[in-house]
């Protein structure tokens, strides 16, 4: 590809979301055969969840290089999935040379899952291209209010909320109309809402969107809406604001951290709110300019000032010292749970035991 990037596909098959069956040494031979070939000096992973990230992380350490973690999500500690994936990143972290997260919040929440010093991670947030994501040439209207929502509707991304929330706000704003982009699991949900409430005239679900065809959904809004239950940075309320578009967002994880207060409204994961906020957005709406609102965009976040924060840490990583396997063994082998087995005496056995257990 272009500017020196080389991408190899590894030829694995994946079997759940698009992530590989988990091995410890499987990847082994390919990823150390990519090592060498390209004479690689640093290894980058990306995403908590991903297979071969974690693999290609550890038989880097293993060879001898530095490696470098993203984290982009939040993750909880209480789940099933989230207890043996923290237990997971634990051990593949536990000889990381340096990681990075896209938010505080997320900066956090990985340090508490994985262990990891807070000293090796660096917060660099995602970034929006402002070429790409442009205002409308002109002004829209305002006696039609359009509030745009791209997400995939799914359960996490609170599409449940939207089935209580737009019937509410349609109610209380006649002049209100909804356009929906995403699809999933949940959009039944959403079309036999627009049916009950018969609002087939104003709420448009347009399906899955393209990424090449999102900012010319977005332009065609006043304001943008997030119902997300859990989000690290939430990238498209970045490509929203380039546009224009006035944010109305859930208060969680790390999206108070994304936009400046007067271009963001939010509200806690609960509809009432929500709809509270949703009228103050539009009461705003006057005052919204959104080529100031673009021209602070790209001054806040631009990829090139990821890319030279970036470079920074795969410097501070390159001057850390290397270990060899022997030093580096004694931490990866404190976050394996031991597990003790005690075999019942009749002879011995002491009955408060048995009641400390009820």
Not at 11 to 18: A, E, T
Not at 58 to 68: D, E, L
Not at 230 to 241: D, G
Not at 301 to 316: C, F, N, P, Q
Request: glycine letters at 4%; proline letters at 6%; charged letters at 20%.
């Amino acid at each position: 590809m272009t500017c020196g990037l080389k991408v190899y596909y590894v030829p694995w098959k994946p079997f759940l979301m698009q992530n590989t069956l988990p091995t410890f040494y499987g990847t082994l031979p390919i990823v150390r055969t990519i090592l060498i070939r390209e004479k690689i000096t640093l290894v980058h992973g990306h995403q908590a969840f991903s297979t071969l990230c974690h693999e290609a992380l550890m038989h880097a350490r293993t060879m001898g290089y530095k490696v470098v973690f993203t984290d982009h999500s939040l993750y909880g500690f209480a789940d099933v999935g989230s207890i043996h994936m923290n237990k997971v990143l634990q051990f593949t972290l536990a000889d990381v040379t340096q990681a990075i997260c896209v938010s505080h919040t997320s900066k956090e929440n990985t340090v508490l899952r994985s262990g990891l010093p807070p000293e090796k991670v660096f917060v660099i947030p995602n970034a929006v291209d402002t070429a790409m994501f442009k205002p409308a040439p002109e002004r829209l209207s305002s006696h039609e209010i359009v509030i745009v929502v791209i997400s995939r509707l799914v359960y996490r991304k609170g599409a449940d909320l939207l089935v209580e929330v737009i019937p509410e706000v349609c109610s209380l704003h006649p002049n209100v109309r909804f356009i929906i982009g995403g699809d999933g699991p949940k959009r039944v949900r959403l079309e036999e809402m627009r049916e009950k409430h018969s609002l087939q005239d104003r709420v448009d679900m347009l399906g899955a969107v393209p990424h090449a065809k999102v900012q010319s959904v977005l332009i065609t809004g006043h304001i943008f809406l997030n119902s997300s239950l859990t989000e690290a940075f939430c990238i498209a309320i970045l490509e929203a604001a380039s546009c224009g578009l006035l944010t109305v967002s859930t208060r969680v994880g790390g999206v108070p951290e994304v936009l400046p207060d007067e271009m963001v409204v939010l509200a806690e994961p609960d509809p009432n709110d929500m709809v509270l906020a949703i009228t103050k957005a539009i009461d705003l709406l006057p005052h919204i300019d959104p080529l100031v609102m673009h021209s602070r965009m790209k001054k806040l976040y631009s990829w090139h000032d990821v890319a030279k924060r970036t470079e920074i840490v795969y410097d501070r990583a390159l001057r850390c010292s290397n270990q060899n396997l022997l030093e580096r063994l004694p931490r990866e082998i404190e976050v394996v749970p031991d597990i003790h087995l005690t075999t019942k005496n009749e002879d011995t056995w002491d009955s408060s035991a048995d009641e400390s257990l009820n």
